[in-house]
């Protein structure tokens, strides 16, 4: 049994975050010594009866598994996952001279966990059998594929991804040779034979002796423009202290991918608080807690900490903190305001996109916006800057020249009068 999320800490820059990976899990023998490893995503989508109609619900494999059911053999293996209440995903395994597959894949669910099946009325356990597509791995080697495998059937899809797994592991040892499913390899002109039937075309085997298997970047959906929310805090029960308006889509890179989701405005509540130093503006929704942190550096205020936690399908959270920025900046007193979108790295593995932009977080008079110190992007003259920067330079250079040259008359003028 194991749980796998890897912990990466970076203070020095005031800037923490932490990321989920897939799942991993170490099956030892009756010596404790490794005999199957894996480290895989699944995610799943599960259609029930609910009273009269069909529900679809989708989860991930959680990063809490355990493994209990879960045997080694010498020639046939079982990896099995126990997750939430009742639900288990198992792969069963048998080797054949020099190379080993998973034959069937089995997921259980008990439809009378609410928590997962929330309209259902039924208490039975539900499970469905595929046949596997990990055929032809090479004994000693590591199966992988980073490509996406989907598997469907009527009432469950399943999708998996990010695949390591080694059965039959010898001597307690992992392999570093790697067999990479036909998927990952790359692409010949003619391209792979049709699949889709069962009997599949045996993948190749392969030597190859990387144990990184090269990174596959799924390009994201573009998702519609986000609403536009109009976010207030209160000092007491009537008095407006701080407004932002903005539209928001938030990117987080997990891995290799980048996941991007709006911010709902209508499914979203603001909270906060009003300083005189500093305000606080904390945005929570079903999926999403963000906090921003303003400040008044006596005649400015700036966007100066934002904290950004959100759920992730596996119930692991990702965070991202960064107390050092200098964004939104506007004179105390001002508003700021952005229209166009604009894009804002956060930290290495945040970035926000704001649309509509327009925030005051100190001294709000009666309730509206005062006057806004307009972001430059939004001026119809921007394109004009690197024009009028040129043509002040070429000015300047003028000016030194002038005066360059009648200081040198006057000079000259000077010895002659001595
Ligand atoms: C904050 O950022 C500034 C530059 O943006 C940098 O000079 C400063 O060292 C940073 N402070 C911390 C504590 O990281
Ligand atoms: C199924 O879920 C219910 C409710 O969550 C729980 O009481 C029951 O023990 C679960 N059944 C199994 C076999 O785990
Ligand atoms: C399943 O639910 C039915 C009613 O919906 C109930 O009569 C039956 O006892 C339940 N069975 C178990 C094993 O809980
Ligand atoms: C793994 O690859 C290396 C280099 O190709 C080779 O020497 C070694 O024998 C291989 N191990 C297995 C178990 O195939
Ligand atoms: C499985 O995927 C197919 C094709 O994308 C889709 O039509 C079907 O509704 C999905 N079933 C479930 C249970 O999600
Ligand atoms: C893979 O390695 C094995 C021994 O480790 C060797 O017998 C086999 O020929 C190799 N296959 C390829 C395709 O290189
Ligand atoms: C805020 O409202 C509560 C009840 O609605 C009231 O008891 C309290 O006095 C109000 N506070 C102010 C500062 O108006
Ligand atoms: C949220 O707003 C969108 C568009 O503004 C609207 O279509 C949707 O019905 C609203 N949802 C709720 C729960 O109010
Ligand atoms: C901003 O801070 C200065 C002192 O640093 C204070 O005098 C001023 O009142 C503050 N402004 C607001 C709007 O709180
Ligand atoms: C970020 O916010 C969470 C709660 O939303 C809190 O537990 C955590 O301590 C905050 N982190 C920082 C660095 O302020
Ligand atoms: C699995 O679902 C999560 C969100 O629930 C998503 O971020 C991830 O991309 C999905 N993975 C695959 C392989 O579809
Ligand atoms: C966001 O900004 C960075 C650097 O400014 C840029 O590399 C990236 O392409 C931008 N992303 C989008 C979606 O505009």
């Not at 950004?308 to 965070?319: E, L, Q, W, Y």
Request: proline share 5%.
């Amino acid at each position: 049994m194991a749980r796998f999320a890897a912990f990466v800490s970076l203070l020095a820059a005031g800037i923490v975050f932490q990321l989920s990976h897939g799942v991993e899990v170490n099956v030892t023998d009756k010596e404790g010594k490794l005999c199957l490893y894996a480290n895989l995503m699944v995610n799943f989508s599960v259609s029930y009866p609910a009273g009269e109609k069909i529900d679809t619900v989708e989860f991930e494999l959680p990063s809490e598994v355990t493994t209990n059911g879960s045997e080694c053999g010498a020639t046939s293996s079982t990896l099995k996952l126990n997750f939430g209440d009742g639900r288990s995903w198992s792969v069963n395994f048998t080797m054949d001279g020099n190379v080993y597959q998973a034959d069937y894949i089995t997921f259980s669910y008990n439809l009378s966990d609410t928590t997962v099946f929330p309209s259902s009325g039924s208490n039975e356990t539900a499970s469905v059998t595929v046949k596997s597509q990990i055929t032809n791995v090479g004994v000693d080697t590591c199966y992988s594929c980073n490509s996406k495998d989907m598997i469907l059937t009527d009432m469950v899809n399943m999708t998996l991804s990010s695949v390591l797994i080694q059965a039959f592991v010898s001597e307690g040892n992992k392999s570093e040779n790697i067999t990479s499913c036909s998927a990952d390899q790359p692409v010949t002109s003619p391209p792979p034979t049709t699949q889709g039937t069962n009997a599949t075309t045996p993948a190749p085997v392969t030597n190859a002796t990387s144990t990184a298997p090269p990174p596959t970047t799924t390009p994201t959906p573009t998702l519609p423009p986000p609403n536009t929310g109009k976010y207030s805090v209160n000092s007491d029960n009537t008095t407006v202290c701080l407004l932002a308006d903005f539209g928001l889509r938030i990117s987080i890179k997990q891995g290799e991918t980048y996941q991007e989701m709006n911010l709902e405005p209508n499914k979203t509540t603001a909270s906060g608080s009003c300083g005189v130093n500093s305000s606080e503006l904390q945005l929570v929704s079903s999926t999403m807690t963000i906090m921003l942190t303003f400040i008044n550096d006596t005649a400015k205020f700036r966007l100066h900490a934002v904290n950004f936690t959100a759920k992730t399908g596996s119930g692991v959270d990702f965070n991202a903190v960064n107390t050092n920025l200098t964004l939104w900046e506007a004179a105390i007193g001002s508003s700021y305001m952005c229209n166009k979108e604009q894009n804002y790295t956060i930290t290495n593995l945040l970035s926000f996109y704001t649309f509509n932009l327009r925030v005051q977080p100190f001294g709000i008079a009666k309730g509206v916006f005062n006057t806004a110190d307009e972001c430059f992007m939004d001026s119809d003259l921007s394109f004009l800057v690197p024009i009028a920067v040129g043509v002040a330079l070429s000015f300047l250079i003028i000016l030194v020249l002038i005066s360059y040259l009648i200081g040198r008359r006057k000079s000259r003028t000077g010895y002659q009068s001595v």
